[in-house]
């Protein structure tokens, strides 16, 4: 299958500092890349659709100034933590998608862990 | 409104012994259906999907799943388990609202003992 990788796949920050999460596609195109986050034996919960060349549409509840997207590139979506704090601390899945008509698939990334001091 | 339902927290099974993961769904018209399966801090590993035709779906690592429309099911199954099959296990259906977002289950505990 195809392959998305994450950077970085952890990291630790202080209270007030802003965090870059980067997704890439790596052999295929994504138009579009969602962002997921997961609490501890929980399920996946949708944060937002990013989709290439235009603003991502945020979940209802997921707060768009909190979480900045980026999805420059047909291979590239950024997610930023700003002003990160420690309820923000969890595990940060995206997946990049291939959807036409034979292909329906989202595959994901491996997930980057944030913990905020 | 629109569901997948994974009424198992938790399933403990033998090594050898076949598996069966439960998932139901609640979707309008033609569902399209997704097995992932997560090891401990990974993201999401696709197993299979349903979209159309056969009901009896074949995926990775030996796992298959079958569509039963009148029952609204999917559950996912293998014929003799690993103890390394052992992992949490997500449905998910395409939300038909658009997007191509995925709901997803809560999660089945796949416990296999050796």
């Known amino acids: 299958g195809a392959v998305v990788s994450q950077h970085p796949s952890w990291v630790i920050c202080k209270s007030g500092t802003s965090v870059k999460i980067e997704c890439r596609s790596l052999d295929f195109q994504a138009t579009t890349m969602f962002w997921y986050r997961q609490f501890p034996k929980q399920s996946l919960m949708l944060m937002a659709t990013s989709n290439e060349g235009s603003k991502a549409t945020y979940e209802q509840g997921v707060e768009k100034d909190k979480f900045l997207i980026n999805h420059a590139s047909l291979t590239l979506s950024t997610l930023t933590v700003t002003s990160a704090h420690p309820e923000d601390s969890s595990f940060y899945i995206c997946s990049a998608g291939e959807f036409g008509e034979s292909t329906d698939t989202q595959y994901f990334g491996p997930g980057t862990r944030l913990t905020v001091l | 409104a629109q569901s997948v339902a994974q009424p198992e927290d938790q399933v403990n099974v033998a090594e050898g012994n076949p598996l069966t993961v439960k998932c139901t769904y609640s979707?309008?018209?033609?569902?399209?259906l997704f097995w992932y399966v997560q090891y401990p801090n990974r993201g999401l590993q696709f197993l299979l999907k349903y979209i159309t035709g056969d009901n009896l779906v074949k995926g990775s690592y030996g796992f298959e799943a079958e569509f039963n429309k009148s029952q609204t099911s999917f559950h996912l199954k293998k014929p003799s388990a690993l103890v390394s099959d052992s992992a949490l296990y997500f449905c998910a259906v395409r939300d038909i609202n658009g997007y191509n977002k995925l709901i997803f289950g809560a999660g089945t505990r796949l416990a296999v003992h050796p």
């Open positions: 979707v309008s018209g033609n569902p399209y």
